[in-house]
């Protein structure tokens, strides 16, 4: 039994937190902490009348100060940030200042800079481990769940993974010509950035979308994929001994990337500030304000997700691969939580990392990423809470 201070309110967000009140045996008392408390009272009014007891409060999260005092008048065991990428460092200070273990779903990413990189959070390990808290970092589904994913095959399929193909895949349809299945600011920062991968202790950079392939996804069919740069490459460049390369593939359809190529060429991605109407704005932030809310997606998308990896490597001399990946079908989740797919694969993984970390099963003072923790609990709690995984012993190989 134990208090969590969950900081945001949105698409994920919202998952997160009816996992939470679902596992009311672990999650005793949350406080929904956002800048808009509104929609953290609205979820309350909804989610009220379970075991687990809610609070909300009105938070700027970029605000340390802040984070601080409500962090100190809450007291929770684990903070889990589901706001943007863009307070992971202020809300890590709040945590050591009250030696509050952290856990979060997307890396630190400043906003003037289209750039993320696990640099900026990692520079935090030596703090977090003399104050003996552990913080957890991208705890979502990739990153997250494909980490959980590599620890798995290592401990059990392989005595080394040479290859790694992590594969994202959207079959789900909303019907718009064209919107983001989570915040509209990060996705595009996202994918209209070069992309790159790890190849033999060295990073390969891409033109944006240089490298497409067509794979043939379980539950969704054949579908265009293409070569992006991900956070979790990073880590697991890192932490996967003896890896020799790493690639990200996300699929898209043709409507999504027309629209945003023509809403690049007129400059509707761009961050750098222009003059309208006598004051500044950011051009990908009012694109954002005139992009369907992603939170509102859920009613009409159907179709489902296939997100997994594929690993190569040796067992017992032999070369060996295998695939392991979910299924989610994005009209069961809605059903479930009021929310699509690319949500509830989120926030579900979200609810665990905060579960393990706050009940001690996944303890290791200092700044980790997930596949440095045991997955066996991650990977029950995956089956049990809403995202079973399928595995594949003889599966096609991306080229
Ligand atoms: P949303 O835009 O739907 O929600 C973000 C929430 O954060 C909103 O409630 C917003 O408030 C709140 N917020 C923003 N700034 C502040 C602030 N300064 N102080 C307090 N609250 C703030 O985003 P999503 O739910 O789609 O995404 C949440 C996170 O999940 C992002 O970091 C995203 O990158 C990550 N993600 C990770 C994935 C993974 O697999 N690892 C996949 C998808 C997303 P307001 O309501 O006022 O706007």
């Known amino acids: 039994m134990g208090k969590a201070l969950i900081t945001g309110c949105g698409g994920v967000a919202s998952v997160a937190i009816h996992k939470c009140c679902q596992n009311s045996d672990v999650f005793s008392e949350i406080l929904i902490a956002s800048r808009t408390v509104a929609k953290c009272d609205t979820l309350k009014a909804k989610l009220s009348?379970?075991?687990?007891?809610?609070?909300?409060?009105?938070?700027?999260?970029?605000?340390?100060?802040?984070?601080?005092?409500?962090?100190?008048?809450?007291?929770?065991?684990?903070?889990?940030?589901l706001a943007?990428?863009?307070?992971?460092?202020?809300?890590?200070?709040?945590?050591?200042a009250t030696r509050t273990p952290y856990v979060d779903t997307a890396n630190y990413e400043p906003r003037d800079t289209a750039k993320f990189e696990y640099s900026c959070q990692w520079a935090y390990h030596d703090r977090f481990k003399a104050a003996g808290i552990t913080a957890l970092l991208g705890s979502g589904f990739d990153p997250g769940v494909t980490g959980v994913f590599s620890a798995y095959a290592l401990k059990h399929h392989f005595d080394e993974i040479h290859e790694i193909d992590i594969l994202?895949?959207?079959?789900?349809?909303?019907?718009?010509?064209?919107?983001?299945?989570?915040?509209?600011?990060?996705?595009?920062?996202?994918?209209t950035a070069k992309g790159s991968y790890w190849e033999?202790?060295?990073?390969?950079?891409?033109?944006?979308?240089?490298?497409k392939r067509t794979y043939d996804f379980k539950g969704i069919g054949p579908k265009d994929m293409y070569l992006l740069h991900h956070e979790e490459l990073e880590s697991l460049a890192k932490n996967i001994p003896g890896i020799r390369r790493i690639r990200f593939f996300m699929t898209f359809g043709q409507s999504y990337l027309t629209h945003l190529k023509c809403l690049e060429n007129v400059g509707m991605t761009s961050i750098e500030p222009v003059m309208y109407e006598g004051r500044p704005i950011i051009p990908l932030q009012f694109l954002k304000a005139v992009l369907p809310d992603p939170a509102s997606l859920g009613p009409r998308t159907v179709g489902k997700t296939n997100i997994g990896c594929i690993f190569m490597g040796v067992k017992d001399?032999?070369?060996?691969?295998?695939?392991?990946y979910n299924i989610c079908d994005h009209q069961a989740?809605?059903?479930?939580?009021?929310?699509?797919?690319?949500?509830?694969?989120?926030?579900?993984?979200?609810?665990?990392?905060?579960?393990?970390?706050?009940?001690?099963?996944?303890?290791?003072?200092?700044?980790?990423?997930?596949?440095?923790?045991?997955?066996?609990?991650?990977?029950?709690?995956?089956?049990?809470?809403?995202?079973?995984?399928?595995?594949?012993?003889?599966?096609?190989?991306?080229?």
Request: proline share 8%; net charge negative.
């Open 49 to 81: 009348g379970g075991e687990t007891v809610i609070h909300t409060a009105q938070v700027d999260a970029d605000d340390t100060a802040q984070m601080i005092a409500l962090i100190e008048s809450f007291k929770p065991d684990v903070v889990l940030n």
């Open 200 to 211: 033999n202790g060295q990073w390969i950079e891409t033109e944006p979308m240089e490298i």
């Open 168 to 191: 994202d895949a959207n079959g789900g349809d909303h019907g718009y010509p064209f919107a983001t299945n989570f915040n509209p600011e990060i996705n595009i920062r996202e994918v």
């Open 317 to 324: 001399g032999k070369p060996k691969t295998y695939y392991l």
């Open 333 to 399: 989740s809605y059903r479930e939580v009021g929310s699509q797919a690319i949500s509830y694969t989120t926030g579900v993984p979200a609810m665990i990392g905060a579960m393990l970390v706050m009940t001690g099963a996944w303890s290791r003072p200092g700044v980790c990423n997930v596949e440095q923790f045991d997955p066996d609990p991650f990977m029950e709690a995956l089956n049990r809470w809403g995202l079973p995984w399928q595995e594949d012993f003889n599966p096609v190989l991306v080229d």
């Open 84 to 96: 943007l990428p863009y307070q992971d460092l202020t809300i890590m200070e709040a945590c050591l």
